[in-house]
DNA sequence: TTGACATGCAAGCAGTCACTTGCCTAACGT
DNA sequence: ACGTTAGGCAAGTGACTGCTTGCATGTCAA
Protein backbone atom coordinates (compact mmCIF):
# COMPACT_ATOMS: atom_id res chain seq x y z
CA UNK A 1 0.00 0.00 0.00
CA UNK A 2 2.04 3.07 -1.23
CA UNK A 3 -0.80 5.38 -2.10
CA UNK A 4 -1.29 9.37 -1.79
CA UNK A 5 -3.19 8.94 1.47
CA UNK A 6 -1.07 6.31 3.08
CA UNK A 7 1.87 8.23 2.98
CA UNK A 8 0.16 11.19 4.24
CA UNK A 9 -0.54 9.48 7.12
CA UNK A 10 2.44 7.53 7.37
CA UNK A 11 4.21 10.98 7.31
CA UNK A 12 2.13 12.56 10.51
CA UNK A 13 3.30 9.02 12.44
CA UNK A 14 6.21 10.64 13.93
CA UNK A 15 6.38 12.99 16.50
CA UNK A 16 9.59 14.74 14.97
CA UNK A 17 8.05 15.00 11.61
CA UNK A 18 4.67 16.83 13.34
CA UNK A 19 6.95 19.11 14.94
CA UNK A 20 8.87 20.03 11.89
CA UNK A 21 5.03 20.88 9.97
CA UNK A 22 4.23 22.76 13.49
CA UNK A 23 7.35 24.91 12.46
CA UNK A 24 6.44 25.33 8.97
CA UNK A 25 3.22 26.19 9.51
CA UNK A 26 4.50 29.74 10.69
CA UNK A 27 6.17 30.53 7.98
CA UNK A 28 7.16 29.15 4.28
CA UNK A 29 10.58 29.21 2.72
CA UNK A 30 12.63 28.10 6.07
CA UNK A 31 16.28 26.54 4.81
CA UNK A 32 17.49 22.89 6.14
CA UNK A 33 19.57 24.95 8.80
CA UNK A 34 16.74 27.17 9.67
CA UNK A 35 14.20 24.31 11.22
CA UNK A 36 17.51 22.68 12.64
CA UNK A 37 17.81 25.36 15.17
CA UNK A 38 14.25 25.82 15.62
CA UNK A 39 13.58 22.64 16.05
CA UNK A 40 16.40 22.12 18.70
CA UNK A 41 15.12 24.98 20.25
CA UNK A 42 11.51 23.72 20.69
CA UNK A 43 13.10 20.81 22.06
CA UNK A 44 13.60 17.99 19.74
CA UNK A 45 17.54 17.09 19.40
CA UNK A 46 17.64 15.76 16.12
CA UNK A 47 20.57 15.65 13.49
CA UNK A 48 20.39 17.57 10.32
CA UNK A 49 20.72 14.43 8.29
CA UNK A 50 17.77 12.99 10.25
CA UNK A 51 15.85 16.33 9.95
CA UNK A 52 16.63 16.27 6.35
CA UNK A 53 15.66 12.73 6.00
CA UNK A 54 11.97 13.58 7.17
CA UNK A 55 11.82 16.70 5.23
CA UNK A 56 12.11 14.24 2.23
CA UNK A 57 9.47 12.00 3.62
CA UNK A 58 7.31 15.02 4.23
CA UNK A 59 7.68 16.04 0.58
CA UNK A 60 7.13 12.37 -0.68
CA UNK A 61 3.45 12.75 1.18
CA UNK A 62 2.94 15.71 -0.74
CA UNK A 63 3.19 18.19 2.39
CA UNK A 64 6.01 20.09 2.26
CA UNK A 65 7.19 22.00 -1.20
CA UNK A 66 11.30 21.76 -1.85
CA UNK A 67 12.72 24.47 -3.49
CA UNK A 68 16.47 25.50 -4.38
CA UNK A 69 17.91 28.87 -4.30
CA UNK A 70 21.50 29.16 -4.59
CA UNK A 71 22.72 26.90 -1.58
CA UNK A 72 19.94 27.00 0.04
CA UNK A 73 17.27 24.33 0.27
CA UNK A 74 14.04 26.51 0.73
CA UNK A 75 10.71 24.75 2.11
CA UNK A 76 7.22 25.43 1.68
CA UNK A 77 4.11 23.98 3.54
CA UNK A 78 1.18 22.31 1.34
CA UNK A 79 -1.96 21.43 3.46
CA UNK A 80 -4.15 20.44 0.93
CA UNK A 81 -3.13 16.68 1.48
CA UNK A 82 -4.81 17.12 4.99
CA UNK A 83 -8.25 18.51 3.31
CA UNK A 84 -9.68 15.22 3.01
CA UNK A 85 -8.41 13.69 6.39
CA UNK A 86 -10.31 16.16 8.39
CA UNK A 87 -13.32 15.21 6.89
CA UNK A 88 -12.98 11.38 7.77
CA UNK A 89 -14.55 9.20 9.94
CA UNK A 90 -17.01 11.68 11.00
CA UNK A 91 -20.42 9.95 11.95
CA UNK A 92 -23.25 9.82 9.52
CA UNK A 93 -25.62 11.55 12.50
CA UNK A 94 -23.12 14.77 13.36
CA UNK A 95 -22.28 15.38 9.41
CA UNK A 96 -22.92 19.02 8.98
CA UNK A 97 -22.30 19.29 4.97
CA UNK A 98 -25.05 20.95 4.10
CA UNK B 1 7.02 9.69 23.35
CA UNK B 2 3.94 7.70 24.34
CA UNK B 3 1.42 10.91 24.90
CA UNK B 4 -2.47 10.38 23.70
CA UNK B 5 -1.54 12.72 20.51
CA UNK B 6 1.09 10.30 19.65
CA UNK B 7 -0.76 6.83 19.88
CA UNK B 8 -3.93 8.65 18.04
CA UNK B 9 -1.39 9.28 15.06
CA UNK B 10 0.62 6.12 14.87
CA UNK B 11 -3.36 4.23 15.30
CA UNK B 12 -3.82 6.10 12.16
CA UNK B 13 -0.58 5.00 10.57
CA UNK B 14 -1.59 1.71 9.49
CA UNK B 15 -3.91 1.04 6.27
CA UNK B 16 -5.92 -1.53 8.34
CA UNK B 17 -6.18 -0.11 10.94
CA UNK B 18 -7.85 3.43 8.80
CA UNK B 19 -10.25 0.67 7.28
CA UNK B 20 -11.49 -0.72 10.06
CA UNK B 21 -12.29 3.00 11.45
CA UNK B 22 -14.10 3.07 7.97
CA UNK B 23 -16.32 -0.03 8.92
CA UNK B 24 -16.86 1.03 12.75
CA UNK B 25 -18.07 4.57 11.50
CA UNK B 26 -21.44 2.91 10.49
CA UNK B 27 -22.68 1.68 13.32
CA UNK B 28 -21.64 0.76 16.60
CA UNK B 29 -21.43 -2.74 18.93
CA UNK B 30 -19.81 -4.68 15.85
CA UNK B 31 -18.67 -8.01 16.95
CA UNK B 32 -14.61 -8.94 16.39
CA UNK B 33 -15.99 -11.80 14.41
CA UNK B 34 -18.28 -9.65 12.26
CA UNK B 35 -15.26 -6.72 11.37
CA UNK B 36 -13.10 -9.81 10.45
CA UNK B 37 -15.97 -10.74 7.96
CA UNK B 38 -16.68 -6.92 6.97
CA UNK B 39 -13.06 -6.25 6.48
CA UNK B 40 -12.75 -9.27 3.96
CA UNK B 41 -15.49 -8.16 1.73
CA UNK B 42 -13.97 -5.13 1.65
CA UNK B 43 -10.52 -6.72 0.38
CA UNK B 44 -8.20 -6.40 3.57
CA UNK B 45 -7.39 -10.24 4.24
CA UNK B 46 -6.35 -9.83 7.95
CA UNK B 47 -6.53 -12.69 10.14
CA UNK B 48 -8.58 -12.58 13.56
CA UNK B 49 -5.57 -12.23 15.63
CA UNK B 50 -4.41 -9.52 13.82
CA UNK B 51 -7.61 -7.62 13.38
CA UNK B 52 -7.64 -8.21 17.19
CA UNK B 53 -4.44 -7.35 18.23
CA UNK B 54 -5.40 -3.64 15.62
CA UNK B 55 -8.64 -2.95 17.61
CA UNK B 56 -6.28 -3.61 20.43
CA UNK B 57 -4.27 -0.47 19.42
CA UNK B 58 -7.11 1.68 18.60
CA UNK B 59 -8.67 1.15 21.98
CA UNK B 60 -5.23 2.48 23.53
CA UNK B 61 -5.70 5.65 21.44
CA UNK B 62 -9.24 5.99 22.86
CA UNK B 63 -10.77 5.50 19.15
CA UNK B 64 -12.31 2.53 19.91
CA UNK B 65 -14.22 1.68 23.32
CA UNK B 66 -14.59 -1.93 24.16
CA UNK B 67 -17.30 -3.61 25.70
CA UNK B 68 -18.04 -7.28 26.50
CA UNK B 69 -21.42 -8.96 26.20
CA UNK B 70 -21.67 -12.48 26.66
CA UNK B 71 -18.87 -14.11 24.77
CA UNK B 72 -19.28 -11.36 22.48
CA UNK B 73 -16.69 -8.62 22.25
CA UNK B 74 -18.22 -5.20 21.31
CA UNK B 75 -16.86 -2.27 19.21
CA UNK B 76 -18.02 1.06 19.30
CA UNK B 77 -16.17 4.24 17.88
CA UNK B 78 -15.33 7.33 19.46
CA UNK B 79 -13.80 10.15 17.48
CA UNK B 80 -13.18 12.39 20.02
CA UNK B 81 -9.60 11.92 20.32
CA UNK B 82 -9.61 13.12 16.36
CA UNK B 83 -11.01 16.98 16.91
CA UNK B 84 -7.70 18.75 17.94
CA UNK B 85 -6.70 17.07 14.65
CA UNK B 86 -8.50 18.37 12.36
CA UNK B 87 -7.84 21.67 12.91
CA UNK B 88 -4.16 21.32 13.10
CA UNK B 89 -1.68 23.28 11.00
CA UNK B 90 -3.90 25.44 9.74
CA UNK B 91 -2.22 28.45 8.09
CA UNK B 92 -2.62 31.66 10.52
CA UNK B 93 -3.57 33.76 7.32
CA UNK B 94 -6.25 30.72 6.44
CA UNK B 95 -8.06 30.87 10.46
CA UNK B 96 -11.56 31.00 10.42
CA UNK B 97 -12.64 30.79 14.04
CA UNK B 98 -14.40 33.21 15.25
C1' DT C 1 -22.34 -32.38 29.73
C1' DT C 2 -20.54 -32.04 25.46
C1' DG C 3 -19.27 -29.80 21.53
C1' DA C 4 -19.17 -25.73 18.82
C1' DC C 5 -18.47 -20.87 18.75
C1' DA C 6 -16.17 -16.34 19.95
C1' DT C 7 -12.28 -14.67 21.81
C1' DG C 8 -7.68 -14.27 24.70
C1' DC C 9 -2.68 -14.79 25.45
C1' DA C 10 2.13 -14.96 24.32
C1' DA C 11 6.31 -16.12 21.95
C1' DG C 12 8.63 -15.77 17.63
C1' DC C 13 9.82 -13.92 12.97
C1' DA C 14 10.53 -10.98 9.00
C1' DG C 15 10.20 -6.47 7.37
C1' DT C 16 10.30 -1.57 8.16
C1' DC C 17 11.80 2.79 10.42
C1' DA C 18 14.52 6.38 12.43
C1' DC C 19 18.92 7.46 13.08
C1' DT C 20 23.85 7.50 12.64
C1' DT C 21 28.34 7.58 10.25
C1' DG C 22 31.42 8.91 6.84
C1' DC C 23 32.40 11.02 2.84
C1' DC C 24 31.10 13.95 -1.17
C1' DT C 25 29.20 18.05 -4.02
C1' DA C 26 27.98 22.77 -4.78
C1' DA C 27 27.61 27.75 -3.75
C1' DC C 28 29.20 31.81 -1.50
C1' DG C 29 32.72 35.29 0.65
C1' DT C 30 37.31 37.21 0.72
C1' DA D 1 42.21 30.23 -5.34
C1' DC D 2 40.93 28.93 -0.84
C1' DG D 3 38.30 27.98 3.06
C1' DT D 4 33.66 28.00 4.75
C1' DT D 5 28.87 27.22 4.54
C1' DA D 6 24.69 24.53 3.15
C1' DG D 7 23.35 20.48 1.84
C1' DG D 8 23.47 15.42 -0.55
C1' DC D 9 24.26 10.30 -0.77
C1' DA D 10 24.42 5.75 0.88
C1' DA D 11 25.46 1.86 3.77
C1' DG D 12 24.89 0.09 8.35
C1' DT D 13 22.51 -0.62 12.92
C1' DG D 14 19.16 -1.17 16.67
C1' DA D 15 14.52 -0.96 17.73
C1' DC D 16 9.91 -1.30 16.63
C1' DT D 17 5.74 -3.30 13.96
C1' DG D 18 2.50 -6.26 11.96
C1' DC D 19 1.62 -10.76 11.57
C1' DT D 20 1.68 -15.61 12.45
C1' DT D 21 1.45 -19.83 15.29
C1' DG D 22 -0.18 -22.62 18.88
C1' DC D 23 -2.74 -23.22 22.70
C1' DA D 24 -5.92 -21.69 26.43
C1' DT D 25 -10.31 -19.61 28.21
C1' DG D 26 -15.00 -18.61 28.45
C1' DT D 27 -19.86 -18.85 26.67
C1' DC D 28 -23.81 -20.74 24.64
C1' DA D 29 -27.07 -24.46 22.60
C1' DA D 30 -28.78 -29.06 22.54
Redesign the pocket.
Known sequence: MDDAEDLVF?AL??P??RALLDVLVERDGQ????L?TRMAGAGV??????I???LD?LAAAGLVR?RR??????HDLDTTPLAPLRERWVRPDERTDP
Chains 1, 2 share one sequence.
Open positions: RADTRTLFECTSSRQASQHLVEGRYRL
